[in-house]
């Protein structure tokens, strides 16, 4: 029943800036991971940025200086600021929870597209 829901996914110029947008819902407890992963054609599902529960963020090195992530325990929402995108942000971007209560759990969501105009 858990599910994650992203948003704020579009079309942009190089040089601009999207907010993507994760709500996860389903579970009476926060989240002890939230992130954000990409996959490029031929590879494997990589992480972009999470954070955990009190606030320590993650970032991949090629994003590092663009992309803010953040979050709202409130409602286990994790936020994705994208500033100066490029290109080669293109892709899927997928929403990913994890859980140390009740149990472990995994959950992803169906992703939202970022498309990075040259």
């Known amino acids: 029943q858990v599910r994650l829901v992203e948003s704020g996914g579009g079309l942009v110029q190089a040089g601009g800036s999207l907010r993507l947008s994760c709500v996860a819902s389903?579970?009476?407890?926060?989240?002890?991971?939230m992130g954000w992963y990409r996959q490029p054609p031929g590879k494997q599902r990589e992480l972009v940025a999470d954070?955990?529960?009190?606030?320590?963020?993650s970032y991949a090195d090629s994003v590092k200086e663009r992309f803010n992530i953040s979050r709202d325990n409130t409602d286990n929402t994790v936020y994705l600021q994208m500033n100066s995108l490029k290109p080669e942000d293109t892709d899927n971007y997928y929403c990913?929870?994890?859980?140390?209560?009740?149990?472990?759990?995994?959950?992803w969501g169906q992703g939202t597209q970022v498309t990075v105009a040259s």
């Open positions: 990913n929870a994890k859980w140390s209560l009740p149990s472990h759990d995994d959950f």
């Open positions: 389903g579970s009476a407890f926060s989240c002890s991971v």
């Open positions: 954070a955990t529960f009190g606030g320590r963020a």
